[in-house]
């Protein structure tokens, strides 16, 4: 095999032989953070996916390793994410499965196919898929997704048993209904656990920098591994005062001790069948939320990120969970923020996570035990905080209507209908909303800017122009959906204009014309002749204009000249019209 093929198959082959002692020791120490962040937020996601604990767990071993080798990003933290974790509990909710083991069955059957379906992304280099999902529809969706999540975690924050349903109207109603029935103890360590992880996360740093204790970097990485500090005192108040006795408070209880076997899923094609719709969506946000992330942060340090190799190392970790008994994963933006923060400098402090996290399945799960689960839900309804973004609502209705409405209809369909059916609201209305607007390109009358070489609109700036010559600038490339809006705004304009004896139309912006286009351009081409005007180009660019030549219809679309630019052909169409209008000498 090419070295250079297996440094692009293989990453950690083209920056390994350049890795330092230095390298090992910052890596280490990025990694044994993340650690301590991801072994509580990891049983917290599986827990809001509705699997066993150990799942997360599970699905913070394999998948980290496997991402070393495979992966381009030197920051990006894989595992356990909320808004993967939201959409498998979501699918899980949709098949309704009878036990833990069909639950189990169901989980690693989605990371398989995750995976899968992300390798099929690599191998037909389709990483631009995620451009479908515009920004207005996918803050929509995450913002949704965060209040979903949160009301999902109530039942714990509150120590209810609570029906789980994708609406979101249903689950509030159904809060308010059992609220009479709350745990006391779930109630208190609940939300004292969100107060302690909101002060922990922004004013303690605050407060410790204006007393000069501790760097920015210390004062940063203390500020993250608030979930770890809260698990532990949840953790010794519930041992010590036997809560869980005493108060019926839920904890996580007897987790299965040791490694993750590697074993192949035991699935059937009925259950693929079912699967596949929410395996593709979730493979697709999980890689756009991967992929966001891991630019991000390249671009701190001008780094680059390969997307189909993002594509490949995602899918990689997905199968690599999908045969350690484990859940889907993608990279989170919280861990990789306090990874990049804390030093690393290669994925290798994703390894290094994943050893602490198989640390803590051989010894640590005795001590686990006593971790309430409304400890587990704080950490969870802390974490998705920062998915809900009010300022991109306000900005887009500021800026576009169009998109603010993309925005408003992801987000009240995927908290009223559920995620897929929002999502595909959201994608839907936006590429209506393309196709409407492209069906009615803008048509720019221009004239001369003074005495210069430039052209613009003529209500918009002070211009002069030719009472016998129209120049029309079309903001956009014609196909079959606009050629109708064309024909009749071309017509209106010359009937507006009868003293026109020369049409100038400038492609400076179409970039492409199909063929019911060139027919239309035809059309106007034939009424414009009938009436005695001739019709001209401007500005044609190079692979149009090598179309229209290799199909030789330019003469059908086209009877005066094509002009290199506006200029060239204002000043000689004035010229032409001077020549023309000159009296005759007298023989």
């Known amino acids: 095999m090419p070295q250079q093929y297996l440094n692009q198959v293989l990453p950690i082959f083209s920056w390994i032989k350049h890795y330092t002692r230095k390298n090992v020791a910052d890596d280490f120490m990025a990694g044994s953070i993340v650690a301590i962040i991801l072994i509580p937020q990891s049983m917290a996601y599986a827990m809001l996916a509705g699997l066993p604990p150990q799942l997360g767990l599970y699905s913070s071993v394999v998948p980290l390793m496997l991402y070393t080798f495979f992966g381009s990003s030197r920051a990006l933290a894989v595992g356990p994410v909320g808004l993967v974790?939201?959409?498998?509990?979501?699918?899980?909710?949709?098949?309704?499965?009878?036990?833990?083991?069909?639950?189990?069955?169901?989980?690693?059957?989605?990371?398989?196919?995750?995976?899968?379906?992300?390798?099929?992304?690599?191998?037909?280099?389709?990483?631009?898929?995620?451009?479908?999902?515009?920004?207005?529809?996918?803050?929509?969706?995450?913002?949704?997704?965060?209040i979903m999540i949160m009301l999902s975690q109530v039942k714990h924050l509150i120590g209810i048993d609570l029906?789980?349903?994708?609406?979101?109207?249903?689950?509030?109603?159904?809060?308010?209904?059992?609220?009479?029935?709350?745990?006391?103890?779930?109630?208190?360590?609940?939300?004292?656990?969100?107060?302690?992880?909101?002060?922990?996360?922004?004013?303690?740093?605050?407060?410790l920098k204006s007393k000069g204790i501790g760097t920015p970097a210390s004062r940063n990485a203390l500020s993250r591994c608030g979930p770890f500090f809260l698990a532990v005192i949840g953790?010794?108040?519930?041992?010590?005062?036997?809560?869980?006795?005493?108060?019926?408070?839920?904890?996580?209880?007897?987790?299965?001790?040791?490694?993750?076997?590697?074993?192949?899923?035991?699935?059937?094609?009925?259950?693929?069948?079912?699967?596949?719709?929410?395996?593709?969506?979730?493979?697709?946000?999980?890689f756009f939320e991967s992929v966001s992330v891991a630019k991000s942060l390249a671009s701190r340090k001008r780094e680059r990120i390969n997307a189909d190799q993002e594509a490949l190392a995602l899918g990689v970790a997905n199968i690599g969970a999908s045969f350690s008994s484990g859940m889907p994963v993608a990279g989170g933006f919280a861990r990789s923020i306090v990874n990049f923060s804390s030093g690393a400098t290669?994925?290798?402090?994703?390894?290094?996570?994943?050893?602490?996290?198989?640390?803590?399945?051989?010894?640590?799960?005795?001590?686990?035990?006593?971790?309430?689960?409304?400890?587990?839900?704080?950490?969870?309804c802390v974490a998705v905080t920062g998915l809900i973004d009010w300022r991109a609502m306000h900005e887009a209705w500021v800026y576009n209507k169009a998109d603010a409405a993309a925005l408003i209809i992801t987000f009240v369909c995927v908290l009223v209908f559920g995620i897929e059916p929002g999502i595909l609201a959201g994608v839907l209305y936006s590429i209506g909303q393309y196709l409407h607007r492209s069906s009615k390109p803008h048509i720019a009358v221009v004239g001369r800017v003074g005495n210069s070489e430039h052209y613009r609109n003529i209500e918009r700036h002070q211009v002069m122009t030719?009472?016998?010559?129209?120049?029309?600038?079309?903001?956009?490339?014609?196909?079959?959906?606009?050629?109708?809006?064309?024909?009749?705004?071309?017509?209106?304009?010359?009937?507006?204009n009868p003293k026109v004896s020369d049409v100038v139309i400038i492609c400076s912006a179409v970039n492409f014309i199909d063929t019911s286009a060139i027919q239309s351009l035809e059309t106007i081409a034939f009424l414009l002749k009938k009436a005695n005007i001739k019709l001209h180009y401007a500005e044609?660019?190079?692979?149009?204009?090598?179309?229209?030549?290799?199909?030789?219809?330019?003469?059908?679309?086209?009877?005066?000249?094509?002009?290199?630019?506006?200029?060239?052909?204002?000043?000689?169409?004035t010229d032409t019209i001077?020549?023309?209008?000159?009296?005759?000498?007298?023989?």
Request: glycine share 6%.
């Open 163 to 207: 029906p789980s349903d994708p609406n979101a109207l249903i689950t509030i109603g159904s809060i308010f209904e059992h609220l009479s029935q709350a745990n006391i103890a779930a109630l208190f360590i609940g939300f004292s656990g969100i107060t302690l992880l909101l002060y922990i996360r922004k004013p303690l740093g605050l407060f």
């Open 466 to 496: 030719h009472e016998k010559i129209l120049l029309l600038r079309i903001d956009e490339s014609l196909y079959f959906a606009n050629t109708n809006y064309l024909e009749v705004n071309m017509i209106n304009l010359i009937a507006d």
């Open 540 to 573: 044609i660019k190079g692979p149009i204009m090598d179309r229209l030549i290799k199909s030789n219809v330019i003469e059908n679309i086209c009877t005066g000249n094509i002009f290199l630019s506006t200029h060239d052909a204002m000043l000689e169409l």
């Open 235 to 286: 953790i010794v108040f519930t041992w010590l005062l036997s809560l869980h006795e005493v108060f019926a408070l839920s904890i996580v209880g007897a987790i299965p001790s040791g490694l993750p076997g590697l074993s192949l899923p035991q699935t059937q094609w009925s259950l693929i069948i079912q699967l596949l719709p929410s395996a593709l969506l979730i493979a697709i946000i999980g």
């Open 346 to 380: 290669s994925p290798m402090s994703g390894f290094i996570s994943g050893l602490f996290v198989a640390f803590s399945l051989l010894f640590l799960l005795d001590i686990i035990y006593y971790l309430p689960r409304a400890i587990l839900a704080a950490i969870i």
């Open 578 to 587: 001077e020549t023309r209008n000159k009296p005759k000498a007298a023989a």
């Open 85 to 146: 974790s939201l959409m498998t509990g979501a699918t899980l909710i949709k098949l309704a499965p009878q036990n833990e083991q069909e639950v189990i069955n169901i989980s690693v059957t989605l990371a398989l196919m995750t995976g899968i379906i992300l390798l099929a992304i690599r191998a037909a280099k389709l990483s631009a898929i995620t451009k479908f999902l515009s920004h207005p529809v996918m803050s929509g969706f995450t913002s949704a997704a965060a």
